[in-house]
């Protein structure tokens, strides 16, 4: 099942499914582009995880950690499919990066691996963007990681059956490839995440867990249309703008 946050013609927020006829709410369709699509959750945080891809580690001259490598971005920076992100001004390089997001189900902490599905609600896509002039000088990535709207998450929360463990994700700017991996490729796998984050802080219902980006990222530019597209979930869209 494909679960859509959405806010109808009248202005009510709703949660239906979106199915090959459209998003059905209370025996309603409605056109997909005839409503505001809304992040698929509300999260009080995204942990994200960075260098889960040896791949992406190699392209970005680093060492493959030996745990996950843990950040943070808070709910100001999320955005919605179909979105416009608004660059940070004055930024040379922001990025682009594809990752699969878990979101949580219900409460949890100190998840044993093999408990830790029993937690999740389902999955959907993501775009880490990502300011690298900033990242790149910080200790804690705030300021490269943070910022505004700079979490496009959906459009869907796919039912964990729906994903294959190896399914393929990738993402498309202006309809060319840029990244094309498997899930298959994880470093660290979701349970093996969700035991490492909850050993250390709560994970409430809706709070996303991001499980890194494959190689092939790249900078974004102005009027940019960005696709991240992972088996099983529909497309996330989401443009660009600097200022």
Same mark, same amino acid.
């Given at each position: 099942?494909?679960?859509?946050?959405?806010?109808?013609?009248?202005?009510?927020?709703?949660?239906?499914?979106?199915?090959?006829?459209? *998003?059905?709410?209370?025996?309603?369709?409605? %056109?997909?582009?005839?409503?505001?699509?809304?992040?698929?959750? #509300?999260?009080?945080?995204?942990?994200?995880?960075?260098?889960?891809?040896?791949?992406?580690?190699?392209?970005?001259?680093?060492? /493959?950690?030996?745990?996950?490598?843990?950040?943070?971005?808070?709910? &100001?920076?999320?955005?919605?499919?179909?979105?416009?992100?608004?660059?940070?001004?004055?930024?040379?390089?922001?990025?682009?990066?594809?990752?699969?997001?878990?979101? /949580?189900?219900?409460?949890?902490?100190?998840?044993?691996?093999?408990? %830790?599905?029993?937690?999740?609600?389902?999955?959907?896509?993501?775009?880490?963007?990502?300011?690298?002039?900033?990242?790149?000088?910080?200790?804690?990535?705030?300021?490269?990681?943070?910022?505004?709207?700079?979490?496009? *998450?959906?459009?869907?929360? $796919?039912?964990? #059956?729906?994903?294959?463990?190896? $399914?393929?994700?990738?993402?498309?700017? &202006?309809?060319?490839?840029?990244?094309?991996?498997?899930?298959?490729?994880?470093?660290?796998?979701?349970?093996?995440?969700? $035991?490492? *984050?909850?050993?250390?802080?709560?994970?409430? $219902?809706?709070?996303?867990?991001?499980?890194?980006?494959?190689?092939?990222?790249?900078?974004?530019?102005?009027?940019?249309?960005?696709?991240?597209?992972?088996?099983?979930?529909?497309?996330?869209?989401?443009?660009?703008?600097?200022?």
């Amino acid at each position: 099942m494909h679960r859509v946050r959405f806010c109808d013609p009248a202005g009510s927020v709703r949660t239906g499914e979106w199915t090959d006829e459209g *998003i059905v709410f209370d025996g309603r369709t409605y %056109a997909p582009e005839s409503v505001e699509i809304l992040p698929p959750c #509300e999260p009080t945080k995204v942990v994200c995880v960075g260098r889960n891809y040896a791949k992406h580690a190699a392209e970005t001259n680093s060492e /493959i950690p030996d745990r996950p490598l843990l950040f943070l971005k808070p709910p &100001n920076a999320l955005s919605a499919h179909g979105d416009t992100v608004p660059l940070p001004a004055g930024k040379e390089r922001v990025e682009h990066e594809a990752e699969l997001a878990v979101v /949580i189900g219900e409460q949890c902490r100190n998840v044993p691996e093999e408990e %830790a599905m029993e937690y999740v609600a389902g999955f959907t896509c993501l775009d880490d963007v990502s300011n690298r002039d900033d990242q790149r000088i910080e200790r804690n990535w705030v300021r490269g990681k943070a910022f505004d709207n700079s979490c496009p *998450i959906g459009p869907v929360l $796919a039912t964990p #059956e729906e994903v294959p463990e190896d $399914a393929r994700i990738s993402l498309r700017v &202006n309809g060319e490839t840029r990244q094309d991996s498997t899930l298959s490729r994880f470093i660290f796998t979701v349970p093996e995440l969700i $035991a490492e *984050i909850t050993s250390y802080m709560t994970l409430e $219902a809706g709070d996303v867990v991001s499980t890194g980006t494959p190689e092939g990222v790249a900078p974004l530019s102005d009027g940019d249309r960005v696709e991240v597209d992972i088996e099983g979930i529909r497309t996330l869209e989401h443009t660009v703008r600097r200022d």
